[in-house]
């Protein structure tokens, strides 16, 4: 007797949501609809690679702001890895939020720069075809540096036509792109290539010199095919970086003005990634896998004549990596006791094979050596998450996941920091959907998460002073744990309005400082708060989008040690302001805000406005320091033709404001500086704590002025 396949809505709702990808296709077409793709989360967003393109930003990275809620910014050159701002978090250069491209971590841990450091300038805007964003530390399949947020970007395949552009606009910015693909055997090949140069305003120019390839062949689509990509990448540049405020409203420099001339870096990134999928009625299968070689030169100052008054403080930070990786996972179809369900398991590996250093260096040129470590290290995450379609108003996603790190660190110069580590650690994950009604969803989201920290600091028992004091390691894994609630709905044609409500908590954590070499302690914290998105395409030629997020940002508990530094540096309030103990998380943005409007259609005239609002950040602890709020338009105008060229305008900065990129504030020495002369030929000079301190300041970069780009493209 034959069986009879029953297929309820239930069952056939499952079936559907197998045959898509758990994070956003590593493959996809670019007018693929991913806006419509099943979310976990109110917060869970889907972007086709087209809605990424259609808005005007000025530097790869600045894609990703269509995130909502995520700043991008840089304090630095262009060749550098952008800073990231999300749920109330300086994310640095990328901690805490998880990058990928491709199906390939951005992410690099222990670098030479920041833990988590993630360097998008590799990336070309016109071939991202997917953009699918996680906010929290909800879900099973997001391991290392996604508690805050995970960003996964996917490439298009193939083009209907070859395309070549080139943009010429303010400060020297050049770009030239030319993209092709082909039929060839059974699945299409597609290469791209990119130039771009670059001066910026400043006194002492970039002189930026970007050079991009891609080249991919694919087979079938992303559910049920394969593909093979390998990139590479070159940059090199000079930077200004953040200067303090005394220094412009002193006429030591302008505002565009450097302190240290010299800084600046290289870069390299070789890749080969691949992918391999099928999907069948019972189920989907998935495998990626990655092989990088990058390579990182930086030259940065940032205290000036702080810690040596005569050569100054600039030093090189190097990191040379090859780092591979295999993930895989396997979807099954069932049913339990009439409930239709779904069950992934998952398997995700990585190895880094890392050279890292860190020395004091004068014009580029070494003159000591602070750190030189070989570092091995590596991690294996296992995860399992089932849903279960309880009605066709409810499902319940439950997960865990555990994972596994090893390194062993070899310390060239101080052989006391080498040595092994391990660490494990587990992580449960739910999530519950009510809906839909009225089209319109309810979210309830918990878990907990983990970042890692940078092996050397797990290993050190040294500092890298020449004092060689004592220090204590940080821990290998710190545990975050979170919750969100939210409502997304559709009721209004057109209109695709979320609120989530989220609260974030870190555990007490040993940070392992990159530019100085040695581990910095902070307390647990908490963050929580409240975001709300809308995007609204009233019809096929307009549509408007508004992101709005207030989060509240405290560390928890006491600081003894900032008391006793404060204390320390009684009777020079230059360098006492701003280091009294407090609750503030430095960096910690209360507010980011952006609406944004486009018009036009596929063909014939188009336009674009977008405003995007960093709020006001306290700087220190104490909240002595606050950082301005920058508030910054940009616009765009240009034609299409039937033949598939275009003409486009993007104007930055259209207000010319005058605020800051970013803002910091910590002590530094400049020569001009009293204290700076008080410290070194003083009888007798300050205390030591005071000199080591420095001149506390708002230090900042500046945003770049008025600037316009014009860009020619055609299709053949």
């Keep these: 007797m034959p069986t009879v396949d029953v297929v309820t809505p239930r069952v ?3 079936r559907r949501m197998a045959s898509r990808p758990a994070t956003a296709p590593t493959s996809t077409d670019a007018s693929q609809d991913v806006g419509q793709a099943p979310v ?28 909502p809620g995520l700043m991008v910014t840089q304090h630095s050159g262009e060749g550098k890895a952008n800073q990231y701002f999300l749920r ?53 399949d997001e391991g290392d540096f996604s508690s805050v947020g995970s960003v996964h970007v996917g490439l298009i395949d193939t083009i209907q036509k070859s395309m070549a552009l080139a943009t010429v606009g303010s400060f020297g910015y050049r770009r030239a792109l030319g993209v092709t693909s082909t039929k060839a055997g059974d699945g299409n090949l597609l290469i791209a290539g990119e130039a771009n140069t670059y001066n910026g305003p400043w006194d002492n120019p970039d002189k930026l010199r970007k050079l991009n390839a891609v080249v991919r062949y694919t087979e079938g689509t992303a559910a049920n095919g394969f593909s093979l990509t ?13 200067i ?34 099928q999907t069948d009625r019972n189920g989907s299968s998935k495998i990626n896998f990655y092989a990088i070689k990058s390579s990182l030169d930086l030259y940065n100052n940032f205290t000036f004549f702080l810690d040596n008054s ?45 050279k890292v250093a860190l020395s004091k260096t004068y014009q580029r040129q070494f003159w000591e050596g602070t750190r030189n470590d070989k570092v091995k290290e590596g991690s294996v995450g296992l995860f399992v998450q089932n849903t279960v379609y309880w009605s066709d108003w409810m499902r319940t996603t439950l997960g865990y996941r555990g994972d596994f790190y090893t390194t062993n660190v070899n310390s060239l110069l101080r052989p006391a920091n080498s040595g092994n580590a391990t660490a494990s650690i587990g992580s449960p994950k739910l999530s519950v959907v009510f809906g839909p009604f009225a089209k319109t969803e309810l979210f309830l989201n918990a878990g907990e998460g983990f970042h890692s920290n940078d092996a050397r600091g797990v290993t050190i028992r040294e500092s890298s002073s020449n004092d060689g004091s004592l220090v204590d390691a940080s821990p290998f894994l710190v545990k975050t744990r979170g919750a969100e609630v939210g409502i997304r709905t559709r009721l209004i044609p057109g209109l695709d309005s979320s609120v989530s409500l989220f609260l974030l908590d870190s555990a007490s954590e040993i940070l392992f400082v990159g530019d100085a070499g040695d581990t910095e302690p902070s307390r647990p914290s908490r963050r929580y708060g409240v975001e709300w998105t809308n995007h609204y395409k009233p019809v096929s030629w307009l549509q408007i989008d508004g992101d709005l997020a207030i989060t509240h940002a405290r560390f928890r508990g006491d ?69 301005p709020a ?11 033709f039937d033949n598939g060229w275009r003409i486009q305008l993007d104007a930055f900065n259209l207000t010319d404001s005058k605020s800051d990129q970013i803002t910091y504030a910590y002590g530094s020495l400049l020569k001009t500086d009293a204290l700076y002369t008080q410290c070194r030929f003083g009888a007798p000079p300050p205390p030591a704590a005071v000199c080591q301190t420095g001149v506390m300041d708002r230090v900042l970069h500046p945003v770049e002025p008025f600037a316009v780009r014009l860009t020619v493209a055609g299709q053949f």
Excluded: C
């Design 12 to 14: 056939q709702q499952a």
């Design 40 to 67: 976990a989360s109110a917060s869970e967003q889907n972007f086709a690679g087209e809605e990424v393109n259609a808005r005007p930003f000025s530097r790869p990275a600045e894609a990703l702001e269509v995130v």
């Design 88 to 140: 109330g978090f300086n994310l640095d250069h990328g901690t805490d939020l998880a990058i990928s491209v491709d199906g390939m971590p951005v992410n690099m841990r222990t670098h030479g720069h920041g833990q988590g450091y993630a360097d998008l300038n590799f990336l070309i805007p016109e071939l991202i075809g997917s953009v699918n964003v996680r906010k929290g530390p909800y879900f099973a």
């Design 230 to 242: 390998g990139m590479a990448y070159s940059n090199r540049w000079n930077s200004t970086d953040q």
């Design 244 to 277: 303090p405020l005394r220094a412009i409203t002193s006429g030591l420099v302008g505002r565009y003005g450097a302190l240290d001339p010299t800084d600046g870096g290289n870069s390299d990134r070789f890749s080969l990634s691949g992918r391999w999928a």
């Design 310 to 354: 005569n050569l100054g403080d600039q030093f090189h930070q190097r990191d040379d990596r090859v780092l591979a990786g295999v993930n895989a996972s396997h979807t099954f179809n069932h049913a339990v006791a009439g409930l239709p369900m779904q069950t992934e398991i998952g398997i995700q590996s990585r190895y880094d094979d890392i």
């Design 559 to 627: 600081n003894s040690a900032q008391a006793a530094a404060y204390a320390e540096l009684a009777g020079y309030p230059e360098a006492q302001i701003g280091n009294a103990p407090g609750n503030y998380i430095p960096g910690a943005p209360n507010m980011i805000a952006s609406v944004g409007i486009r018009l036009g259609e596929k063909t014939g005239w188009f336009g674009a406005l977008r405003y995007r609002y960093f709020g006001p950040r306290p700087l220190t602890e104490d909240g002595a320091f606050v950082s």
């Design 630 to 640: 920058t508030g910054l338009l940009n616009g765009q105008v240009g034609y299409r």
